[in-house]
């Protein structure tokens, strides 16, 4: 069988490797340059070696199924061990320890988290800079042999027997409001509607000649804006040992502001830029380079009760995984596709 999946990040790439283990082919339609979704790395423009991973920002487990995943990642050298402790700020005062945190494994790449898509790409035909605008189900009046057709924002068209949507919930429901044979979604569209994201933005910030903080991550109260500092360096041996890499998460109702204000992205930077200077020091105001990213869609605020949703029938399949399936998280995202590839292995076993 010839499944198309659309969306390159951690639930697609998952379900994609397990069906094309069990001998499908699979071509994986990404929009974006590079591999991964969410979980992402950009380098610095000015510094070589300096990444910013300015999505996930790691990795973690409570469910057996990512433990294991995480152990492969390991074990392969791609990922390793990170902090298991992050520091506090209060809004007054910096503490070595969150006072309501636990103690947890948490993992981050050597060479930044979007590693972690490169290697689940190894299994399965990515095609970047490939966005779907829809799908149409070719019915019985087709003539060729693929059930599906996906309509490709370059005005080709790609023929497939089976689709996966491992897209946000917001633009999988962009996606079947194109698609041209509606029936079979009505029942699912409200819910996919359903399905809330709060915005973030991510400041990414390089200090030359700085002394590199003790903390590995700051988890910031009691702030109006931030409420995240990660610490590049401490993730990896290669960043440039003489510049300090910070990543900055912002709270939702303050990117949520700006996005309907419509603020430049200079003034958001700004902002940001005060508040870290406020939390870490003068020495903080001072970043010799900055890049900014706004998440319109970073995390669920609700969720299906289900692994996966599968709709069509035997001759027309098609399914939605990701992290809006039974949780809200990276973790959750993996599942959804772990389990659906293993569904649809067995379903359209040989
Ligand atoms: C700033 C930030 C911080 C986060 N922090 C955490 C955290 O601490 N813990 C945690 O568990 N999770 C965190 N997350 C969330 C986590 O990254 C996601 O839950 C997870 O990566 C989602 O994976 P996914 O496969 O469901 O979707 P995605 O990673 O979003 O993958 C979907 C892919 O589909 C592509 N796509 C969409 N539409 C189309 C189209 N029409 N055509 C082609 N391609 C398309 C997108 O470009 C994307 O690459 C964070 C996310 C962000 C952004």
Redesign the pocket.
Known sequence: MLIGI?????????AGRILAKAGHEVIV????R???????TRHSNKYEGVRFD???????GDDPLFKAFITELTDKGIAKKWTDTFHFHDGEQLYDKHPNMDKKDRYVCEEGMNSI?KYLSRWVDVRLN????GFTYQGDRRTTKRAWMLN??SFDTFEVDAIV????AV??Y??IENSIDETMFKTIIKDIDSVLYSP?H?LMLTYEGADIPDFSALVVANNPVVN?ICNENSKRENNSPNTLALTV?THAAFSKKHVFDGSVPEIVELEIAQQVRKILGDWAGRYDESQL?L?R????GNYFEKDFVELGEDLKPIAL?????R????????I??YKLGHHWAKRFSK
């Open positions: 659309i969306g390159a990040g951690i639930s697609g790439l998952t339609f990404e929009k974006s590079g591999f991964g979704g969410r979980i992402c300015h999505g996930a920002p790691y990795i973690s898509g490939t966005r779907v605008i490709l924002e949507v491992a897209a946000p633009q999988t962009g996606l973030k991510a995240w998460h990213r998440w869609y970073p995390q669920p995984v990701g992290d809006y399936m949780g809200k998280t990276l973790e959750h995202a993996y959804s596709g």
